[in-house]
């Protein structure tokens, strides 16, 4: 078998057999096939796609490229959510304890963040004391325990797909559904899960732009799932929009805590239960998503979830007196408000940009190396249909020791990110449509 006739079948739109995925993913793991084969090949499938079942082979080569978690010693059966990432997403948080306390155990593997704010993982690092690193054993423990744990990624989780997503970095080869969604679906496959839930957002926020991209892509990854015996269910949520109000690591934590107090924003409260009741049906806990969805509006109400979200922290050696005062969380030392200079209703506001002038002020990384401040971020005080009159707040910078030309960055970044008119918008849906095995329903 050699790379080169392989790169020619699917430049000529070919389907690739099994041993032939796994001939050219092996052979790039171990050194065998170099780089620019590989980059022709990513390029041949940027081009002519792949079918579900070559795209399934390939997710599972990279899964089992390194370490793949047994999560048998876990009770229950496991389900796991993915987001494809957007600005202010801060639903794991919330969802895991909240999900668990309706009885589905949650052993979630997490990243760190790498661009506009933190991931899942910095942000529970505002917590003092919160530990991302537990071995495994102690992983299925504490889930077998309380229900619920969330840790960092291991060094060794699909080492395949890290090689080569860097190099379809560099060869422009990012935006390619099936790469996109192997590489997305190796990752939640190599954690253990029984069943998926995706949130795949859509909009300027997102990854993909338009709704008609992000439901190939969400029919791409739950095609992956079928194939691989995996329930894997599909939202397409919006992020035209930041989610919440807070963007930055403490200041999302904090919404998060509010929102299983039954006091945090409507589109983070409604996105967190449409999600945890998926992720409870998936998990057995209950026959309809209507049912799971009531279950968990009550463990909100009781103050069940939040009991929960302390039991995990401690648990990991966080100091749970954050939770009960989130006053205590990391604070930035200067508050800086953004005002309107014009009358109006807000029609839009770029959800990427404000997220960049959360990164100006720190709360993100521009590369491996940079160092997140926690405290630091945007609080936005008017969202899409608001009406604004000149000098209103529309957002307010929590700042820590920024320089001139990068706070006026941040600034002038979050006032060009909303747009106001003289005529309220058209309010767009939270949930655009779920994909499942079944097909796509649009709402």
């Not at 071995?135 to 890290?162: H, L, M, W, Y």
């Not at 993100?364 to 160092?371: D, L, N, V």
């Amino acid at each position: 078998m050699r790379a080169v006739d392989i790169i020619q079948k699917k430049r000529d739109g070919e389907e690739l057999t099994r041993e032939e995925i796994a001939f050219l993913i092996r052979g790039y793991s171990d050194g065998t096939v170099p780089d620019y084969q590989i980059s022709a090949w990513a390029m041949a499938v940027y081009y002519k796609g792949m079918t579900a079942r070559e795209t399934a082979d390939l997710t599972l080569e990279m899964a089992h490229s390194g370490d793949v978690i047994d999560l048998s010693p876990v009770h229950g059966v496991k389900v796991d959510k993915h987001s494809t990432g957007g600005v202010g997403d801060k639903t794991t948080i919330a969802l895991a304890p909240l999900v668990a306390a309706a009885g589905v155990p949650v052993a979630k593997m997490s990243g760190r963040g790498l661009g506009h704010t933190g991931g899942t993982i910095d942000k529970l690092e505002s917590i003092s004391g919160f530990s991302v690193e537990l071995t495994r054993e102690q992983f299925f423990a504490q889930v077998n325990r309380i229900g619920a744990a969330v840790i960092s990624q291991s060094g060794n989780i699909t080492p395949a797909d890290k090689k080569l997503y860097g190099l379809r970095d560099v060869t422009a080869t990012v935006e390619s559904i099936p790469l996109i969604a192997s590489s997305v679906m190796s990752k939640k496959i190599a954690a253990g899960a029984d069943a998926i839930v995706l949130d795949v957002k859509t909009g300027s926020g997102a990854f993909m732009k338009s709704l008609d991209d992000s439901i190939a892509l969400a029919q791409a990854m739950v095609d992956i799932g079928t194939e691989v015996g995996r329930n894997t269910i599909a939202l397409i949520t919006d992020m035209d929009q930041p989610l919440g109000f807070g963007i930055g690591n403490a200041l999302e934590v904090k919404e998060a805590v509010e929102t299983l107090r039954g006091e945090g924003p409507k589109d983070l409260e409604e996105l967190t239960l449409i999600l945890g009741a998926y992720m409870v049906m998936l998990g057995g806990q209950a026959s309809t998503v209507e049912e799971a969805k009531r279950k968990l509006e009550g463990l909100i109400q009781d103050g069940t979830a939040l009991t929960k979200l302390k039991e995990m922290v401690e648990a990991q050696q966080g100091d749970s007196s954050q939770i009960e005062d989130t006053s205590k969380l990391p604070m930035a030392s200067e508050l800086i408000d953004v005002t309107a200079t014009a009358d109006g209703y807000v029609t839009a506001i770029q959800a990427e940009e404000i997220g960049l002038a959360a990164m100006t002020l720190g709360a993100g990384r521009e590369t491996k190396e940079s160092q997140i401040d926690l405290a630091v971020g945007i609080v936005l005080r008017k969202k899409i249909g608001d009406e604004v009159k000149v000098g209103d707040t529309l957002a307010t910078l929590h700042v820590n020791g920024k320089d001139a030309a990068q706070r006026e960055t941040a600034i002038a970044r979050v006032r060009e990110a909303y747009q106001i008119a003289a005529q309220r918008g058209e309010m767009k849906p939270l949930v655009y449509a779920i994909v499942t095995k079944d097909g796509v329903q649009r709402f």
